[in-house]
Each structure stands twice: as structure tokens, then as C-alpha cells.
């Protein structure tokens, strides 16, 4: 029997990168469903993906993750179809700007901080209100290795990381006793659509030459594989890690282990 028979998991940011190749991992464990993202184009596309793959169900749900209504939305359609909140991999995110942080401008520092952590907050609240109820659940949330370093020019990105990995942390401690598990998980250079328009940011025309630069900052010397991380995330929120809490994994290829 798969692991996630008869298991409900909510994904945000499913429209792409890391949240697609998540769906697509957990549907091949036969994994209920409901898939979040802004972009309803981008959810058709993982829908055709995870249907192919034999997802045990689909829901979609086109929602904006720091809007508290839209997030009660995706519970509520998790709920309504399959009832219940089984697992849920927090991770919708976006970029942001490159500049110093002099440059970066009180507007798009609250934008990157909306999306990045208070999208992630809205989203535990209210997920964790339902597993509480059920008294059982895991949630992996996407930080970064940003999120437990410094990077450069990315002063609201890396703000909004750290931000993550305190809640991470802080409800873990909370929730412990209730029967949920609260992880995250720290990506370095795995090559997805964001981190190519951010070295496009940086290189302009000449942006692979930027994306040596940036993956030379780790042991491995090459980028990683969104399927690798979604394997992880897989991990995480299945039963085998059962005595897993409270814990930021890196898979970065070494890179925080340089500094």
C-alpha cells in the first residue's frame, strides 16, 4: 500500500517549481490533493501531471496566500472534499527584487515579507487549527538557506526565511503534545523558474555564467533537482519521520556547511 493512501496533503506555489514536483512525488504515493497557486494555468499543468501519475484525488484551488479568506478557501475545499488535513507543504514564495538594502524600498519589502512569511503564518494558523482538532498532521514549510545565513542584496528575502524558520521552531514546541509535526526545509541553488529569474536579475543575457558563479558556492559544484527536494518534503511528511520536529533540513549541496 502507498504510504499516502487515503491521506490528504494541501500544497501552495503547486503551480510550479518545487510545489509541482511535490504534487507529482506525492501522487505517485497515491496522495489526496488540493493544490494552491495564483496562476490557475500553472495548476492545470501539475493537475494533467498529477492525474497521470494516479493521484488518489485533485482538488485546485486559485488563491492568494496573504489574503486570510483565500487561505480559510484551501482548508475549507480540503475539507469539503476529502475531510481532512493531513500534511501540508507551506511553500509559496516569490523573490523579489536584488538591491541593497538601502535600495530596496519599503514597498517591495513589504511585498516579499506578505508572500514570504505572513503567507506562511496565515497558512499554519490555519491548517494547524484543523490538525489540532484531529490531533495528528505534519507541515513542512519552505525557508531557505537564506533563511539560515546571510545572502547579498536580498535583504527582505532573507528577513522573511529567518522569519520561517522561527515559526518553524516556535510551533513545533507548541504543537508537539497535539500529535502534529512542524519541519522546514532550506533550498539552496535548485534550479526552478524563481531561481533563474533571479540570476537573470544578476546576469542579465549573461545570466548562466551567474548561475556558475552561484553553484560554485557549493561542495557539489552543480544545481539540485526539484525532484530532490521534493523527495525530502516526502519524507518529512510521511510516518517514517515520525520523531522528526522542530528541525530546518539544508539541501543545498554543502553550501551552508561553507560558511
Do not use: C
Request: cysteine-free; overall charge negative.
Amino acid at each position: 500500500m502507498a504510504r499516502f493512501s487515503g491521506r490528504t496533503v494541501i500544497i501552495t506555489g503547486a503551480g510550479s517549481g518545487l510545489g509541482q514536483a511535490t504534487a507529482l512525488r506525492l501522487a505517485q504515493e497515491d496522495a489526496n490533493l488540493v493544490l494552491v497557486d495564483m496562476n490557475a494555468d500553472g495548476l492545470e499543468e501539475t493537475r494533467t501531471q498529477v492525474e497521470s501519475a494516479g493521484a488518489g484525488g485533485v482538488e485546485l484551488v486559485t488563491a492568494d496566500v496573504t489574503k486570510s479568506e483565500d487561505v480559510q478557501k484551501y482548508v475549507d475545499a480540503a475539507l469539503t472534499t476529502f475531510g481532512s488535513v493531513d500534511g501540508f507543504f507551506n511553500n509559496a514564495g516569490i523573490e523579489g527584487r536584488q538591491n541593497l538594502t538601502e535600495d530596496f524600498g519599503d514597498d517591495e519589502f513589504a511585498k516579499v515579507l506578505a508572500v514570504n512569511l505572513t503567507g506562511v503564518f496565515a497558512g499554519m494558523a490555519a491548517v494547524l487549527k484543523q490538525m489540532r482538532r484531529q490531533g495528528s498532521g505534519a507541515i513542512v514549510n519552505t525557508a531557505s538557506v537564506g533563511g539560515i545565513r546571510g545572502v547579498g542584496n536580498q535583504s527582505g528575502y532573507a528577513a522573511a526565511k529567518h522569519g520561517v524558520v522561527g515559526l518553524t521552531r516556535n510551533s513545533a514546541r507548541e504543537y508537539g503534545e497535539h500529535g502534529i509535526r512542524i519541519n522546514a526545509i532550506a533550498p539552496g541553488a535548485i534550479m526552478t523558474a524563481m531561481v533563474e529569474g533571479s540570476l537573470r536579475q544578476l546576469g542579465g543575457e549573461d545570466w548562466e555564467a551567474a548561475g556558475e558563479e552561484f553553484v560554485s558556492a557549493n561542495p557539489m559544484k552543480r544545481f539540485g533537482k526539484p525532484e530532490e527536494v521534493a523527495a525530502l518534503v516526502t519524507f518529512l511528511l510521511a510516518e517514517e519521520s515520525g520523531f522528526i520536529n522542530g528541525t530546518v533540513v539544508p539541501i543545498d549541496g554543502g553550501q551552508h556547511a561553507m560558511y
